[in-house]
């Protein structure tokens, strides 16, 4: 069992979501996480309102430093904030890594992260590269636009997509499965209460730590998906707008 994820996302001072979700969740399941900031940010519950992106030269040499100590197999990749960072972290990904794409675009506050450009560098060298992507609907309708959903998901070149309907539900919430392309399996959940902040990158994150324990993509899915319903409805506020997942043991 390969017991550690590389993490590569950015930091959230109110400690919601980005990096500090993704070890908080690795952490509960028995995983150690190894943290790369790729985005300093200026954040809190109600809104994000500047980003700095961390010098991509800096980030390839943590990453060099990491790879000469540990061995790296999954990764898990949130934020970035750059073309220059899509461009270095496709270049160093390799067939060896099993990659996890958390395709923040937009934040849960509706905040804009992301430009045209990155977007479309995401689209090109670092797409092909992953393994398994976990858009919502806003996110898939920037990475494949005016396509129907299955059409969109065909045209990603990724092995798995989950995707969620949080964004776009009022009762139900539906996510669903995609494997090269077809439809898998879908798992349905009732729709909580409130606004939530890091509930993505709990569950992108559950699914790495899941993944480097070797189980099943779909039975991954499947558990990563419990566990964050969980953290949501043990959720907290600290601020004033949205709420904490509570990401207690699984």
Excluded at 152 to 161: F, G, K, M, N, R
Excluded at 182 to 204: D, I, V
Excluded at 216 to 232: E, G, N, P
Aim: with cysteine; glycine share 4%; aromatic share 6%.
């Amino acid at each position: 069992m390969l017991d550690r994820v590389l993490v590569l996302s950015g930091l959230d001072p109110s400690g919601g979501a980005g990096i500090a979700a993704d070890i908080e969740t690795i952490n509960q399941f028995g995983a150690t996480p190894l943290p790369v900031v790729t985005t300093l940010t200026v954040q809190n519950t109600q809104c994000v309102s500047e980003l700095q992106a961390v010098d991509y030269q800096f980030i390839v040499k943590q990453l060099k430093s990491l790879t000469e100590d540990i061995d790296i197999k999954v990764v898990k990749i949130g934020l970035l904030s750059s073309v220059e960072q899509v461009q270095i972290i496709a270049e160093w990904l390799n067939e060896s890594h099993t990659v996890v794409l958390d395709p923040i675009i937009k934040a849960s506050t509706t905040d804009e992260l992301l430009v045209q450009e990155t977007v479309d560098k995401l689209k090109q060298k670092l797409l092909p590269k992953v393994f398994l992507l976990t858009p919502n609907m806003s996110e898939l309708e920037r990475l494949a636009p005016g396509l129907k959903e299955q059409e969109a998901v065909q045209s990603l070149p990724c092995d798995w997509v989950l995707l969620t309907t949080t964004d776009i539900s009022e009762k139900r919430i539906e996510h669903r499965l995609y494997h090269q392309g077809e439809l898998f399996e879908r798992f349905s959940y009732h729709k909580l209460p409130g606004n939530y902040h890091g509930s993505g990158c709990t569950l992108a994150s559950a699914i790495s730590a899941l993944i480097a324990a070797n189980l099943d993509v779909d039975v991954a899915v499947k558990r990563a998906l419990d566990y964050s319903y969980q953290t949501l409805l043990n959720a907290k506020r600290i601020g004033k707008m949205q709420y904490h997942p509570n990401r207690i043991n699984p």
